[in-house]
């Protein structure tokens, strides 16, 4: 992150005028050389590689001896190209620029040997006496890159005297910092930082997370509130203490969810702020009140694929008629990898009924693969409807692909033939049986052990079989292997 400000000019302005010249004709793009730094480091701030390029283009044009501009091509290749053979060209046909920043750029690409790397950032620092916002920035990332926290920290006074713009460099280590679990570090820094700009919401969000991660209940609080206080309308902080609070601190929600409220309000077809909402008002211990959220929005947005997803990972009731709304809008369903990252996630946060209706609406569009029938048998089982998961079973006329993918096989083999036997159908649960039952047992020679495991209990199941016919309807009624209390 870059801090400083043109001559009272936001970055974001001058980068949003440079965005806005780019259709117009080359001969109307007026920038000095101090603006175009600016605009090259915030797009770097924003990922924006095209407007980067674009600055250097225009650069070269208007500033084509100017260094700075030079350096930022050599930023570039560094950022862009992580084999840094570009960077190093670049620097190989242009030996002569001796700058901070090349100078870092040098180091970055020719890292030395760890006993040196000491004496490296060293004599690098002893060469200028003041680096820039976007200089300091680059040293505290090249020695985060040589694995010299430690040095950051032994030598942060002195990197104090060498900075321009001491926020910099203080939130880069904090960053750092929070990365390391240095809650310690990360708190003495903010505080810092709070003492220098005590209405930077970034700084009071940094406080809260650090309290928060180390543990500090009252001390989170506090920062917190400070935070939220000054998010105004900045609907980005917002959301950045939401997500803290969720991920670090769900014991705040109920004081994050009217920040939110407010701007769902504001906006309430965004689904960003509304999945948020939804999160805080179930760490609230208001699930039911979260999904209503979700839903409410789906029946104003009945496309939005986001929105499904997350009410499927709710593992809510009634989540079947949104997913055949969504696939009345489109009919086509999903792709496979998009089908399976859905099926997988919901089998492995345990969101049977979820699973269950949306493998319901994709199997009436003949969507399913085995392996998705797979998963739907165990869906059903897991929700002790046994005579579903048995027709479910049926629809695999073929047991051959259950021992082609053992792990989802073996599982659905053994949750067919308990359902199979809880329903009476005990000749099609010794078909499943016979099928599976051989090649189960060589694989279990090779598998690894999570394969072996499940492959294991699938056997018992088959033995359960051979013991205990159908007949013994005491035994399958109350035959709960997988204790889903049933």
């Known amino acids: 992150m870059s801090y400083n400000s043109n001559d009272g000019v936001s970055r974001d302005d001058l980068y949003r005028r440079f965005r806005e010249s780019l259709s117009k004709p080359i001969t109307e793009r007026f920038f000095d050389e101090d603006e175009l730094v600016d605009i090259f480091d915030y797009a770097g701030d924003i990922d924006d590689a095209y407007a980067r390029v674009e600055v250097l283009c225009c650069g070269a044009r208007l500033y084509p001896e100017s260094l700075a501009l030079a350096d930022r091509r050599a930023l570039l290749y560094l950022d862009e190209d992580d084999s840094d053979?570009?960077?190093?060209a670049y620097l190989a046909d242009n030996p002569t620029i001796s700058t901070a920043l090349t100078d870092i750029v040098r180091l970055e690409v020719n890292r030395p040997e760890p006993d040196k790397a000491v004496a490296a950032l060293e004599f690098l620092l002893s060469q200028y006496d003041l680096l820039s916002d976007e200089e300091t920035i680059r040293l505290v990332d090249l020695a985060i890159d040589m694995d010299m926290y430690p040095w950051l920290l032994d030598n942060l006074d002195i990197l104090r005297a060498k900075t321009s713009f001491l926020p910099s460099l203080l939130y880069e280590i904090l960053n750092e910092a929070d990365s390391r679990d240095d809650f310690a570090t990360g708190i003495r820094l903010a505080d810092e930082l709070i003492e220098l700009e005590p209405f930077a919401v970034s700084y009071w969000g940094a406080l809260f997370k650090a309290h928060a991660r180390a543990g500090h209940t009252e001390e989170a609080r506090s920062a917190f509130d400070y935070a939220k206080?000054?998010?105004?309308?900045?609907?980005?902080?917002?959301?950045w203490l939401?997500?803290?609070?969720?991920?670090?601190?769900?014991?705040?929600?109920?004081?994050?969810?009217?920040?939110?409220?407010?701007?769902?309000?504001d906006e309430p077809d965004n689904f960003e702020f509304v999945d948020y909402l939804c999160g805080l008002t179930m760490h609230a211990g208001r699930p039911q009140e979260g999904v209503d959220i979700v839903k409410a929005y789906l029946d104003r947005n009945p496309d939005d694929f986001h929105a499904l997803r997350r009410l499927l990972f709710t593992n809510a009731d009634g989540c079947a008629p949104y997913v055949e709304a969504y696939y009345a809008l489109h009919p086509e369903g999903f792709d496979e990898d998009t089908l399976d990252e859905i099926v997988n996630t919901l089998l492995l946060n345990n969101a049977m009924r979820s699973l269950a209706a949306f493998l319901e609406m994709s199997s009436a569009r003949g969507l399913l693969t085995v392996s998705h029938t797979c998963a739907l048998i165990e869906a059903y089982f897991a929700g002790a409807k046994f005579t579903m998961a048995a027709r479910a079973a049926d629809s695999l006329r073929d047991f051959t692909p259950l021992v082609e993918i053992?792990?989802?096989?073996?599982a659905a083999a053994a949750a067919a033939v308990i359902s199979y036997m809880k329903t009476g159908q005990e000749s099609k649960a010794k078909n499943v049986v016979n099928a599976t039952r051989r090649q189960f047992e060589a694989t279990m020679d090779i598998a690894?052990?999570?394969?072996?495991?499940?492959l294991r209990s699938a056997l018992a199941t088959f033995d359960a079989v051979e013991r205990h016919p159908a007949s013994d309807t005491l035994f399958w009624q109350y035959h709960d292997p997988y204790r889903y209390g049933r």
């Open 242 to 265: 939401c997500d803290a609070v969720v991920r670090h601190a769900p014991y705040l929600a109920s004081d994050a969810i009217p920040m939110i409220k407010a701007m769902v309000d």
């Open 229 to 239: 206080a000054l998010t105004a309308d900045d609907h980005n902080a917002a959301l």
């Open 448 to 454: 690894p052990m999570p394969v072996r495991m499940v």
């Open 406 to 410: 053992p792990l989802k096989g073996a």
């Open 85 to 88: 053979a570009m960077a190093k």
